[in-house]
């Protein structure tokens, strides 16, 4: 549930943020745990994402990925590769190359729910997806960790229907700040990355009212399309489990 996922109030700005785009913008949150919310008007439900009728969009689906490995893992690669110092992880992004020679990160503290994976530790792989040969560098350490999450955002949230590339990433969370990082986003998602200063530290009042004009100025959708397609919706997938 949305509860156990992310905070409301952090729900209702990526959600508004969502609106505004009329399902072309991606809200993506950096920060503890880490986020990804759009619409979907293909939705394909899987075991790791979130699909629930749409409010405001008759025919659309809120769709949203939660990472339990967020902060913890990128702030585990800053101490280890970086001395800590978050200025020098920002220049080695700098100076390294997108693709990280094809050499994958994957940095998981706790297990992970988006996909669901149990076993922790530090799994590097090259692009055939075999263990990677010899050491990470620093460099590909801190690349690793932040385009592997970005990578993995992008190739989840086609699964379930977002469309892409998305005509805008809204960033936010604590390392919505690092624009290096925010160059990453850009680079797997293919589009423009947004940062609003004022809604990195003040996520949940600026939520709050984006959520408030939205509901105050959206037409109302038709009296009871969403139950009857969350129905439909429903009824097919029991027709699919039989």
Not at 126 to 131: I, M, Q, Y
Request: hydrophobic letters at 40%; one cysteine or more; glycine letters at 10%.
């Amino acid at each position: 549930s949305l509860s156990l996922s992310l905070s409301p109030s952090l729900s209702l700005a990526l959600r508004a943020w969502a609106y505004r785009g009329h399902g072309r913008q991606v809200g993506v949150s950096l920060g503890t745990s880490d986020t990804l919310v759009g619409i979907s008007h293909t939705p394909a439900p899987r075991l790791h994402a979130h699909l629930m009728p749409h409010p405001s969009f008759p025919d659309a689906f809120f769709a949203m990925l939660v990472y339990k490995n967020g902060a913890r893992a990128r702030c585990a690669v800053c101490d280890a590769a970086c001395g800590g110092a978050w200025g020098t992880l920002e220049a080695s992004l700098a100076k390294s190359q997108p693709g990280n020679a094809g050499r994958l990160l994957l940095h998981l503290p706790m297990p992970e729910i988006t996909p669901h994976i149990l076993a922790t530790g530090v799994h590097r792989e090259d692009e055939s997806g075999a263990p990677a040969p010899g050491p990470f560098s620093d460099d590909e350490e801190v690349r690793g960790v932040v385009e592997g999450r970005a990578l993995s955002m992008s190739l989840h949230a086609q699964e379930i229907g977002i469309a892409f590339p998305p005509a805008k990433v809204v960033l936010t969370g604590g390392c919505a700040q690092n624009k290096r990082v925010c160059k990453v986003m850009a680079d797997v998602f293919g589009c423009a990355v947004e940062v609003n200063s004022q809604a990195v530290g003040d996520t949940a009042a600026l939520g709050a009212a984006l959520r408030a004009q939205q509901a105050a100025t959206a037409p109302d959708p038709p009296r009871g399309t969403v139950t009857q397609r969350h129905r439909d919706t429903e009824t097919e997938r029991e027709t699919q489990r039989q």
